[in-house]
Antibody, heavy 117, light 110 residues
Framework: QVQLVQSGAEVKKPGASVKVSCKTS????????ISWVRQAPGQGLEWMGW????????NYAQNLKGRVAMTTDTSTSTVYMEVRSLRSDDTAVYYC??????????WGQGTMVTVSS | QSVLTQPPSASGTPGQRVTISCSGS????????VNWYQQLPGTAPKLLIY???QRPSGVPDRFSGSKSGISASLAISGLQSEDEADYYC???????????FGGGTKLTVL
């Protein structure tokens, strides 16, 4: 069964960076893209970007370009998402999702990131 | 303000049929397929409908999707208490070169 397992909750100060990990199963890692979606408390879903673990190609949401970076570690089938220069409105649950044939069919359990001074 | 427009709330009684709308533009729904996600309280979203009207394995046929022009709809028939959740539509946006979501619809089963 394909699963996406994310790292634990983080608390960061404004201006800092956070890096969230998402460990995938082997098949998913090599054959499917991974997107990141976040959800601020009580709010809706926001797509952040996509990475191909196969070749490292990325596509970031326009409003996050320059502050977000997605990378992969092929040796551990893990995808990483880093947000820099954190602000209070980056407080959210961050999900990694398998992007399979144009739909997000498998979701990680979510990682709560809190930005607070 | 979300790119796709959904009503913030919907409701129905057990056994009823309810529909949730999702309105977009020629740059998203008008030129690409629509997916729907269900988010039960305190859990991660789950894929409910993909490619406008396809159900993943395990999703009951009480759930159906449709698309016409720049709008899409999710219909739930035989409403059950466990259907109480938030529902989100999503589509690829060509000029933004990314996915956009609706603001979500909170479904209450009365």
């Amino acid at each position: 069964q394909v699963q996406l397992v994310q790292s634990g909750a983080e608390v960061k100060k404004p201006g800092a960076s956070v890096k969230v990990s998402c460990k995938t199963s082997g098949d998913t890692f090599t054959t499917n893209g991974i997107s990141w979606v976040r959800q601020a408390p009580g709010q809706g879903l926001e797509w952040m970007g996509w990475i191909s673990p196969y070749n490292g190609n990325t596509n970031y949401a326009q409003n996050l370009k320059g502050r977000v970076a997605m990378t992969t570690d092929t040796s551990t089938s893990t995808v990483y998402m880093e947000v820099r220069s954190l602000r209070s409105d980056d407080t959210a649950v961050y999900y990694c999702v398998r992007d399979f044939q144009g739909a997000f069919d498998i979701w990680g359990q979510g990682t709560m990131v809190t930005v607070s001074s | 303000q979300s790119v796709l427009t959904q009503p913030p709330s919907a409701s129905g009684t057990p056994g009823q049929r309810v529909t949730i709308s999702c309105s977009g533009s020629s740059s998203n729904i008008g030129s690409n397929t629509v997916n729907w996600y269900q988010q039960l309280p305190g859990t991660a979203p789950k894929l409910l409908i993909y490619s406008n009207n396809q159900r993943p394995s395990g999703v009951p046929d009480r759930f159906s999707g449709s698309k016409s022009g720049i709008s899409a709809s999710l219909a739930i028939s035989g409403l059950q208490s466990e259907d109480e959740a938030d529902y989100y539509c999503a589509a690829w946006h060509d000029s933004l070169n990314g996915w956009v979501f609706g603001g979500g619809t909170k479904l209450t089963v009365l």
